[in-house]
């Protein structure tokens, strides 16, 4: 480690070296020998200096700002001064890459160094789950805090919203801001509170802004919304100040441009491009004041500042939400419109000013590159990110990454190798050809399909133009690409399990999710089909010996909507039996209910059927999530096929605020002993 940063330290020097090769043309004054000799001593005592104190990190990540809204990148109807001054100072990246086109996933790979996959944080955590980032995993702030690094976040955490998942039990000291997503909260569209009735926003509870682990206030308006840009930002000043004699890392994830937006009076009207505009210059206002703080504390030659944003723009919210121009599609895909975001970072002094590449690299290569930077330790789980020095030293030809999986959900959508991009055949959101909302109101989302598919994002950024026929030698090689990512992390598209996916963390123990038992391997016929979002792993998820935990997104249950469930199972031969079990979920919130009737039946030779247990289950209003299993023992008889039929609630009742939708049943594992 030590010897790392003596190299970062000689990547210093040779820029200071680049800077001084002016100075060589008048070699024959010998005041240039006495300059350059001062010279590298005071830049041995600096590094000197530097070696004692490993410089300071700030990251600062907006949510769901497009590729298309800095300066630099091209934005328009609004300026960006200070984030185009951090680029003019520092090194601007065209290929930048988040693991996840949406907020959770997003952020578990830029604190972990992994794909979401790998440490099992999908989609966006809601107000009521029962997951979070797994405290066992190492963050950036943990990798930095056994450097003696201070470290604070001021803004949306979204890796878990109970305290066991908080940031001060994941590496940092300070924690203000929101839970997760600032859209959930009871609150319409339009700004006025919801009442409890007609829309499932009516569910969440009030959206808290939390000091440490605490709630110390109930962000209920607008109004309340559009202080919290200001409020991060002065926390965020007095944490510099309050450091400026030790280390540091300073985490600034913004809660905006996500909507709702809100702006404070200083920005309001001030953009051409109206509130989304206004949103997205008060945070270059607040890069301005952190880059204020530094210089005003000496600290601009000894911090790395990083800027870059978790997925692309929500572009159904229309004028409310951002641009990926000339990106294909936006968040919520892994077009690059969704993934591939701005990123800026500035390093006076250490990376050279002005500098833009167009290598690949991604969030996930964050915390191996301040890990190395800071001389810390690595996590002592395996991580995907790689060190990036390179690129921002601007010392390496080489890109250090090559490749790339595109995972959304538990989807291995893509795979990337260089500059080409095969997309495996899928659906996904499209915003194609629909109408956007605006002022606040969402527009309706796209399905769109895609047969296998290769891009050469070097000629075709926008992903127009599918050559797969010009490249079956590429194709090839993405494809066991793609086998190695669907081997280690997994892939419901091609009903892979991945044998390096590391559990997330769980407020209560899950449940003995392993279970050995007669039917494991067995047939299983389906009357009705399960939906494409919750497999539960796939076709054979009823007896893969695989039970699902208390939270129904875990992977391990099959959902179906709207219909009943009748599954077959066909032992092979007749054995005796004692006892037969399933078990259904119940999460109201997310629309599922247990079955209004549950009936289990056996048969010897798979003619006729006999009804062994019949259970009616009277639906109460609940909001927690329960699991409910239904069993019974056997006469004694041999049997060689167990039916299980569930009826559905169908539609979600009159007191529900989904009346008239359809209802869910979810289902895990037909447990036969
Ligand atoms: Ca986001
Ligand atoms: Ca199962």
Not at 195 to 219: F, M, T, W
Request: glycine fraction near 10%; proline fraction near 5%.
């Amino acid at each position: 480690m030590r010897g790392r940063t003596l190299q970062n330290r000689l990547y210093q020097l040779r820029f200071y070296f680049t800077k001084s090769e002016i100075g060589i043309k008048i070699r024959s004054s010998s005041w240039f020998y006495c300059l350059l000799l001062f010279q590298v001593i005071v830049v041995f005592t600096s590094c000197n200096s530097l070696y004692e104190r490993p410089p300071n990190i700030i990251i600062i990540f907006t949510d769901d700002q497009g590729y298309a809204d800095v300066g630099k990148y091209g934005a328009k109807g609004f300026k960006t001064p200070n984030l185009d001054r951090m680029a003019e100072e520092g090194i601007r990246f065209t290929d930048f890459h988040v693991s996840q086109a949406v907020c959770s996933a997003s952020r578990a790979s830029l604190l972990t160094g992994c794909y979401s996959e790998r440490v099992s944080i999908q989609g966006a955590l809601h107000s009521r789950t029962r997951i979070g980032l797994n405290p066992d995993e190492e963050t950036i702030a943990d990798v930095l805090k056994k450097k003696g690094y201070a470290t604070g976040i001021f803004g949306k955490w979204h890796l878990g919203h109970h305290e066991k998942f908080l940031p001060l039990q994941q590496g940092f000291d300070e924690f203000f801001g929101l839970p997760y997503s600032n859209d959930m909260w009871p609150v319409g569209f339009d700004g006025k509170p919801l009442d409890g009735i007609g829309s499932i926003k009516s569910y969440y509870p009030q959206l808290a802004l939390i000091e440490g682990n605490e709630k110390i206030e109930d962000v209920r308006t607008l109004e309340d919304q559009s202080r919290l840009t200001t409020r991060y930002t002065e926390r965020a000043v007095n944490f510099i100040n309050k450091n400026k004699d030790k280390p540091f890392f300073l985490y600034l994830p913004h809660s905006m441009p996500h909507v709702p937006l809100a702006v404070s009076d200083k920005f309001k009207g001030k953009s051409e491009q109206g509130l989304y505009g206004d949103v997205i210059m008060e945070i270059d206002w607040s890069v301005g004041q952190i880059l204020r703080a530094l210089k005003n504390n000496g600290l601009d030659e000894n911090t790395l500042v990083i800027f870059t944003s978790d997925n692309g723009p929500w572009l159904n919210f229309g004028n409310h939400a951002g641009s990926a121009f000339p990106l294909r599609e936006g968040k919520g895909t892994m077009w690059e419109g969704g993934a591939r975001v701005p990123c800026i970072m500035r390093w006076i002094g250490t990376i050279h000013p002005g500098t833009v590449t167009d290598k690949l690299a991604a969030t996930i290569d964050i915390l191996p590159t301040v890990a190395s930077i800071a001389s810390a330790p690595l996590p002592k789980n395996k991580i995907d990110g790689l060190d990036i020095q390179s690129i921002l030293y601007g010392s390496d030809q080489k890109t250090p990454r090559n490749e790339y999986y595109y995972y959304y959900g538990a989807e291995l959508i893509a795979v990337r190798s260089g500059q080409w991009k095969l997309c495996f055949p899928h659906t996904y959101r499209s915003y194609k050809g629909m109408e956007p909302g605006q002022d606040g109101f969402p527009g309706k989302y796209g399905r769109d399909t895609t047969e296998l598919a290769l891009y050469d994002l070097q000629n075709d950024i926008s992903e127009t133009t599918n050559v797969i026929n010009h490249h079956p030698e590429i194709v090839n090689i993405l494809k066991a690409l793609g086998e190695k990512a669907r081997s280690e992390l997994g892939d419901r598209l091609t009903e892979s399990q991945g044998s390096e996916v590391r559990p997330p963390g769980r407020l209560t123990p899950a449940r003995t999710l392993q279970v050995a038992h007669k039917a494991i391997g067995k047939k299983v016929s389906l009357a009705t089909t399960f939906h494409r979002k919750y497999t539960g792993g796939g076709t054979h998820a009823l007896t893969n010996g695989i039970k699902g935990s208390e939270d129904y997104t875990d992977g391990n249950w099959q959902g179906f909507e709207g219909n009943d469930f009748e599954a077959t199972v066909d032992l092979g031969s007749s054995i005796k039996l004692k006892e037969i079990k399933a078990s259904f979920l119940q999460d109201q919130v997310a629309w599922i209910f247990y079955p209004v009737s549950v009936d289990i039946l056996t048969s010897s030779a798979g003619d006729e059927y006999n009804i062994i247990k019949k259970f009616n289950n009277q639906t109460k209003q609940s909001l927690e999530q329960e699991i409910k299993v239904f069993a019974t023992t056997l006469p004694d008889e041999k049997i060689r096929f167990i039916k299980i039929k569930a009826k559905s609630q169908g539609e979600c009742p009159s007191w529900h605020p989904g009346d008239g939708g359809p209802a869910w049943i979810f289902i895990d594992e037909i447990v036969v002993q």
